[in-house]
């Protein structure tokens, strides 16, 4: 089967830095994406990942490691506003994306 | 104006009823999806539709009915839902199917079916 794994929940502080992991277990690959959403809100596209390596788009940097199956979100100098969950998801060999549940991210003063 | 709207945003329904929620999407794309999301699930692919045309329906119950009239539009219909269907119902677009086409996605349809 298909499976895409991310922590549940995770806190951390104003200013800090956080790591948000996924690993993947997929019938092929076709990319990774990255959405936040929240809480009430739709979800908002922030990163796209197809060839292994980092990509950084201001405070926030998206890797992929495709051998391992594995990529993280690293969020920088966090925000209160950046409290949401961010969801990852795998393109799969017929072009259909499978969703992680999603990581709820906590940010505290 | 977000490029995605969804109506109703919320809609409490009983067993027996039929209602439809509707989707727009104003950034000319030519894929539409319906999902449902669910507390502490993986968003579920429900339909998609290319250029107007069905092109997925994963297992669904007949008792969700999708409509798409043109590219921007897109409709749900529901009837005789169980409670279990309560769910968060989202829409999304993007420019086309395909690995790196980001989707958008509208704010969503609570439904809580009673």
């Known amino acids: 089967g298909q499976n895409i794994d991310q922590p549940t929940e995770m806190t951390a502080t104003e200013g800090a830095i956080v790591q948000i992991n996924c690993t993947y277990q997929t019938s092929g690959f076709n990319g990774l994406f990255w959405y936040q959403q929240h809480a009430g809100e739709a979800p908002t596209f922030l990163s796209y990942n197809v060839l292994d390596g980092l990509e950084e788009k201001g405070r926030f940097s998206s890797f992929l490691s495709r051998s391992k199956g594995y990529s993280y979100l690293l969020l920088k100098e966090l925000q209160m506003k950046d409290s949401a969950s961010y969801l990852c998801a795998v393109v799969d060999s017929n072009y259909q994306l499978i969703w992680g549940a999603g990581t709820k991210l906590i940010i505290k003063p | 104006e977000t490029g995605v709207t969804q109506t109703p945003r919320h809609l409490v329904m009983g067993m027996t009823n039929k209602k439809s929620l509707k989707c727009e999407q104003h950034?000319?794309?030519?894929?539409m999806y319906w999902y449902k999301q669910s507390a502490k699930k993986p968003l579920e692919l429900m339909f998609v539709?290319?250029?107007?045309?069905?092109?997925e329906n994963n297992s669904v119950p007949s008792r969700f009915s999708p409509e798409c009239p043109n590219s921007s539009h897109l409709f749900l219909h529901l009837h005789t839902l169980q409670p279990e269907d309560s769910a968060l119902y989202l829409c999304?677009?993007?420019?086309?199917?395909?690995?790196?086409?980001?989707?958008?996605f509208g704010p969503g349809t609570r439904l809580t079916v009673t």
């Open positions: 539709y290319n250029f107007k045309e069905q092109t």
């Open positions: 950034l000319g794309h030519n894929a």
């Open positions: 999304a677009s993007s420019q086309d199917v395909g690995s790196y086409y980001e989707q958008y």
